[in-house]
């Protein structure tokens, strides 16, 4: 079975770890390979790379599905289900970066979410990459339990109709920016609560400019909400 290489990426209110940010205008360099030896050719190749590519429908269809089974079908222990399709990259074939939310419910299991990376070559095979864990603060990623006043993950990434309205009626509205939520993270209870929910940031003044980021949504005892923080989550295998 295949080893898992797992990147743990940590998120706080304090500092951005990840600045760079993804657009969703797709650059790609193509590049021939010729080889000759004694002037006649012996490999002419064609590698197209590119950089990666916001999704514009996150939602996972059943061919996103099957990829994602085929490649984890391939390793063993991966407790960890696709709720969204963050973006794609065309490289030899074509990687995938899917969310991924926990499948194990028990009161002492780590709960995170992952940033799966898969790869579909060329003929069509499917094969697990590389991950990343999204580790909210306040959380304890040794065994699962969370400190005393800390973050905790929702028990579903389910975008409801409230975090939906909280998005709509921010007290603080971006006019450069749209906000559209993908998964709902987790939450920290305070005078209040803190709301950690991954989106798409849409940009109104530049066109085709897309980014991935944790949103941090304070919402006060009246209902009041704010947004606290943003940190931007860049795509990256390896």
């Known amino acids: 079975m295949k080893k898992i290489t797992t990147k743990i990426l940590v998120l706080g209110l304090t500092a951005t770890l990840l600045t760079c940010g993804i657009t969703a205008c797709k650059v790609n360099k193509d590049i021939n390979v010729n ?16 950089s990666w590519e916001i999704a514009e429908s996150n939602a996972m269809t059943n061919d996103l599905q099957k990829i994602f089974d085929e490649a984890i079908s391939k390793i063993d222990g991966y407790n960890y289900k696709p709720v969204a399709l963050l973006g794609t990259q065309i490289v030899s074939g074509t990687n995938y970066a899917f969310l991924c939310e926990s499948t194990i419910i028990s009161e002492h299991a780590l709960r995170s979410m992952m940033i799966t990376y898969i790869n579909v070559n060329p003929q ?6 590389y991950d ?30 409230d975090i939906k309205t909280m998005f709509e009626n921010l007290a603080t509205k971006d006019v450069d920016d749209t906000y ?47 947004i606290t923080n943003t940190e931007t989550i860049e795509l990256s295998i390896g």
């Open 180 to 226: 559209e939520p993908v998964a709902y993270v987790g939450s920290q209870v305070v005078a209040g609560t803190n709301h950690a929910v991954l989106c798409k940031i849409i940009s109104n003044t530049v066109a085709d400019k897309t980014s991935l980021a944790i949103v941090y949504v304070y919402e006060d005892l009246n209902g009041k909400c704010q």
């Open 35 to 50: 080889v000759n030896v004694n002037g006649e050719e012996v490999i002419s190749t064609h590698i197209g790379t590119g």
């Open 132 to 161: 990343e864990r999204v580790i909210l603060p306040g959380t304890d990623v040794e065994n699962g339990d969370n400190l005393a006043g800390g973050w905790a993950y929702a028990e579903s990434s389910e975008i409801t109709a």
């Open 124 to 129: 069509g095979s499917a094969d697990f990459v």
